[in-house]
């Protein structure tokens, strides 16, 4: 980064108001527990703290229960069993609950004054809008459940979900938690290899889909994709439920195979509407996720009923100080992570949250702005590259909306820019809003890092630990470096309740990915560079594993891209490592340029220079190539080792987690 840049981010620009401060949920929370500072918050909730009896991760997590009220159906016996080490913790042992009845059934419940509260506002792409109240919610679930076990389905079997976003996703997913299925969402928009993968993985026998959805004005139908992927994957899927999104179905518009096709409506909403939900281990899995796989094959995230509940529940409740009134809603698909954390989080305690099934600039660039107006949304939760993409479009598209109703953004999936995150907070927020921006993972089903409403912000910071993550930063001995303001591993020193209690393929490969790296003690490597600054505000540098290696001297691509970003011709940049008979790697780099500029060798210069200048000689690109469209993964980080392969000619591998594979024929193609 240039010393401009530096000095951008080492700039407060948000400073909380002592009124909104004290009117937090995180603030009510200190006060209830006498914590005089966010430093000693994070301190009481992550560390034992000597002659503080009240402190420590496991005070927390057990005082987070009933301080949210989270309904046990049996009373743990204590916290945790961490005797086999912080890889395999047992959370709440002897404890048993159900998330669905902590989403739902208390909520929708006759003398319960949340039941006809809606729990979802669903906008669909053509503008049609849905108001579903908790009541609906339930009755409909409860009929997924019945459905479920109509056709075989067990405690511990798993159900797929490869949807559209539409209301009934919800059913589903806390369908599949009241009869104890492990719910398997699968991203709308994979093609045919990764919804296989995703099937076969888990052997999933039952499939939830739908004949399509509406993007961009047009249709995109899913039936014809879910049946090439059932016929490709290895396993039996019995049953294949299909939602009329479209009006294909009904139409007989799509391939239907009569021995395992179902319309929903006859499968599941002929079903009873009453359904007893199942008391369940609170270790008892709910969920698998899988990764984005930008490191190889993805991987099976297993996470527990009680983990995924407490976790999302702290989070959306002191991180986005969820309130009575409020209206979250986060630009996701039920495939990626939050997914499901925004309807866990949001819908414990009884919230409404906004979901959209469409595409974020149709028919004009100002959707969101319009949604944000229209329906009062008060939380707005969005990736980076989209917003870097609506900048572009002008701030008079924003102009005109009353945002007046948003009261906190939030980004996560990937690092910032510092002109994207200042444009987000004074166009989109007005300057007063502040920016949660987070980054855990799905592996953990929520976030290592998160600013707390009450904090000060600097552009792109991370804040700090989450409450009740034990978080560092060490050096490659394992060492905590954090307050020499050094650059290291983001690490875990102790596990968390969401913290997945394996992967689907084994143990072997969870203690391989993420425990291996720093042994003594244990320390969960989450393969993130990160930095604490002087003035204690984190930051995030990219993969660590991506590391480039070039004549014995070490950087992440995330700083050659950076670099590179600083020209104002360079909208975005992909830097990967190639081999080198000089320098034993070299650095190429892929740009995609600003609307209006021209890919000349002059520019190619210019940016070689500037990184060169900034970074040093060795790390000048050798090439400099352009394309229009980077492959990514579908919470938008670059998979950067499929560009490496296509530049080197070698085996692509599993590109299964790939949202948009005509990319990879742009990097092959590339000018």
């Known amino acids: 980064m240039t010393s401009e840049s530096l000095a951008e981010l080492d700039e407060v620009v948000h400073e909380p108001s002592r009124e909104f401060v004290e009117s937090t949920n995180v603030w009510q929370f200190m006060q209830e527990y006498d914590i005089g500072d966010y430093e000693e918050l994070i301190e009481r909730t992550t560390t034992d703290v000597e002659g503080v009896d009240d402190s420590g991760v496991e005070w927390f997590w057990d005082e987070l229960v009933d301080y949210l009220g989270i309904d046990f159906f049996e009373d743990y016996d204590h916290v945790r069993d961490d005797s086999e080490g912080p890889e395999f913790t047992d959370w709440y042992p002897g404890g048993e609950l159900n998330a669905a009845y902590n989403v739902l059934d208390r909520h929708a419940a006759p003398d319960n004054e949340r039941r006809n509260k809606v729990a979802c506002i669903w906008e669909a792409e053509d503008g049609e809008v849905r108001e579903v109240t908790y009541h609906e919610l339930h009755r409909q679930a409860n009929q997924v459940a019945n459905a479920l076990e109509e056709r075989g389905i067990e405690t511990g079997d798993t159900v797929g979900l490869y949807m559209p976003m539409v209301p009934e996703v919800i059913s589903i997913l806390y369908g599949c938690f009241k009869v104890g299925a492990i719910a398997v969402p699968i991203f709308s928009g994979f093609g045919v290899d990764a919804t296989a993968t995703r099937i076969e993985d888990p052997e999933c026998s039952v499939l939830f889909t739908g004949d399509g959805f509406q993007r961009r004005g047009g249709e995109v139908t899913l039936k014809e994709t879910a049946d090439e992927a059932i016929e490709e994957a290895d396993t039996d899927v019995e049953h294949t439920i299909v939602y009329d999104r479209l009006g294909l179905a009904s139409a007989g518009e799509i391939p239907w195979d009569a021995d395992r096709d179902e319309h929903w409506d006859e499968a599941v909403e002929t079903q009873a509407d009453e359904y007893e939900t199942k008391s369940l281990p609170s270790d008892q899995e709910s969920m698998l996720l899988y990764s984005s796989g930008t490191t190889g094959k993805p991987k099976g995230i297993v996470h527990t009923h009680s983990g995924a509940l407490m976790q999302a529940a702290k989070e959306l409740h002191f991180g986005f100080d969820l309130k009575p009134s409020d209206r979250f809603c986060w630009v996701s698909d039920i495939g990626w992570m939050m997914g499901p954390w925004t309807l866990i989080g949001t819908h414990a305690f009884g919230g409404t949250m906004v979901m959209y099934e469409g595409a974020p600039d149709h028919p ?37 909306h009353d945002l007046s109703s948003l009261r906190l953004l939030g980004s996560t999936g990937e690092p910032w820019d510092p002109e994207s995150w200042q444009w987000f907070h004074e166009t989109v927020g007005g300057g007063d809003t502040p920016i949660i921006n987070i980054s855990g993972g799905t592996e953990i089903m929520g976030c290592f890092l998160m600013p707390m409403p009450i904090n000060d912000l600097k552009p792109c910071t991370l804040g700090g630990p989450g409450l009740g993550m034990n978080i560092d930063i060490v050096n490659h001995a394992g060492e905590s470096i954090a307050d020499t303001h050094e650059r290291g591993f983001l690490v875990a020193r102790d596990s968390c309740p969401s913290m997945t209690k394996s992967l689907w393929s084994g143990d072997d490969r969870y203690l391989e990915e993420y425990w291996s790296s720093f042994e003594d003690p244990p320390l969960w490597d989450h393969g993130d560079w990160a930095q604490k600054d002087e003035d204690g505000f984190w930051f995030l540098h990219g993969r660590a594993d991506d590391a480039l290696n070039v004549a014995g001297r070490k950087v992440g691509p995330a700083e050659v891209e950076g670099a590179a970003m600083e020209h104002d011709g360079v909208n975005q940049a992909a830097a990967v490592g190639v081999p080198d008979d000089t320098t034993g790697t070299a650095v190429v780099l892929y740009v995609i340029v600003e609307d209006g500029v021209d890919e000349s060798d002059e520019l190619r210069e210019e940016i070689t220079g500037m990184v060169g200048e900034e970074l040093g000689k060795p790390f000048r690109p050798r090439e400099v190539l352009f394309v229009d469209e980077f492959p990514k993964t579908q919470s938008g980080k670059i998979i950067r080792r499929a560009v490496q392969a296509t530049y080197t000619d070698e085996d692509l591998g599993d590109m299964s987690s790939i949202e948009n594979p005509d990319a990879l024929d742009e990097v092959e193609n590339a000018r």
């Open 364 to 400: 004009q660039p100002d959707r969101f702005w319009e949604m944000i107006d229209r329906h009062g949304i008060t939380q707005f939760g969005i990736s980076p590259t989209a917003i870097r993409a609506l900048r572009k479009q002008g701030d008079d598209w924003v102009e005109g």
